[in-house]
């Protein structure tokens, strides 16, 4: 059974700091590209940042320069550090993992909220 455990939202003031954490279990975690989105009330989940198990990144223009996501494989985690955080952070972030291999699939974690106060 696949589990995507997410630690580390709260609240914050801006400017401030947090990092979030995602413990993956029932999965081959090394072989997986992973992900942070976030969807605000009223919006679209959007990406975030994006790793691929070749270390390689992305992120959204809104998080450049501030947000950076890192793997651990071997304790099987995703982070996801932010700083400068703004009030526009606000949402509920959720952890994305998409398999490799013959029959790829999809998880998501369940999500944690990011409240950041002006």
């Known amino acids: 059974q696949v589990q995507l455990v997410e630690s580390g939202g709260g609240l914050v003031q801006a400017g401030g700091s947090l990092r979030l954490s995602c413990a993956a279990s029932?999965?081959?975690?090394?072989?997986?590209?992973m992900g942070w989105y976030r969807q605000a009330p009223g919006k679209q989940r959007e990406l975030v940042a994006a790793?691929?198990?070749?270390?390689?990144?992305n992120y959204a223009d809104s998080v450049k320069g501030r947000f950076t996501i890192s793997r651990d494989n071997a304790k099987n985690t995703l982070y996801l550090q932010m700083n400068s955080l703004k009030p526009e952070d606000t949402a509920i972030y959720y952890c994305?993992?998409?398999?490799?291999?013959?029959?790829?699939?999809?998880?998501w974690g369940q999500g944690t909220q990011v409240t950041v106060s002006s």
């Open positions: 994305n993992v998409r398999t490799s291999g013959p029959s790829p699939r999809e998880y």
């Open positions: 029932g999965i081959i975690f090394s072989t997986a590209s």
């Open positions: 790793i691929t198990s070749g270390g390689s990144t």
